[in-house]
């Protein structure tokens, strides 16, 4: 079993920065892939970034590549989402996953096994 929370959202206007985080607790964090993910209202949920377990691979969709970070600190069981260039359209609920298996597609949702309640984030224009 593995425990996600977030933190970090909240309101900025476009251009601004925001930094979230998501804390693990209840498996060794170093074994999980840890993926971040946003759904905005009325939309489904999407693909933001992915971030191997030991932190060498990351993925992210095209639509936030060169504007967003993601890493991870395993001493404190911990991955971060670095937002730089928000655009409004970057408005929703930022969710992490976590997943104990081998293999996944970072991408889909499907392979992820567990998954924090979000945090929202709001970029006004």
């Known amino acids: 079993q593995v425990q996600l929370v977030e933190s970090g959202g909240g309101l900025v206007q476009a251009g601004g920065s925001l930094s979230l985080s998501c804390a693990a607790s209840?498996?060794?964090?170093?074994?999980?892939?840890m993926g971040w993910f946003r759904q905005a209202p009325g939309k489904e949920r999407e693909f933001v970034a992915a971030?191997?377990?030991?932190?060498?691979?990351?993925v992210y969709a095209d639509s936030v590549k060169g504007r967003f970070t993601i890493s991870r600190d395993n001493a404190k069981n911990t991955v971060y989402l670095q937002m730089n260039s928000l655009k409004p359209e970057d408005t929703a609920v930022y969710s992490c996953?976590?997943?104990?298996?081998?293999?996944?597609?970072?991408?889909?949702?499907?392979?992820?096994?567990?998954w924090g309640q979000g945090t929202q984030v709001t970029v006004s224009s």
């Open positions: 996953a976590a997943s104990i298996r081998n293999g996944i597609e970072r991408e889909r949702s499907r392979g992820y096994d567990y």
């Open positions: 971030i191997s377990r030991g932190g060498a691979s990351t």
């Open positions: 209840g498996r060794t964090f170093s074994t999980t892939t």
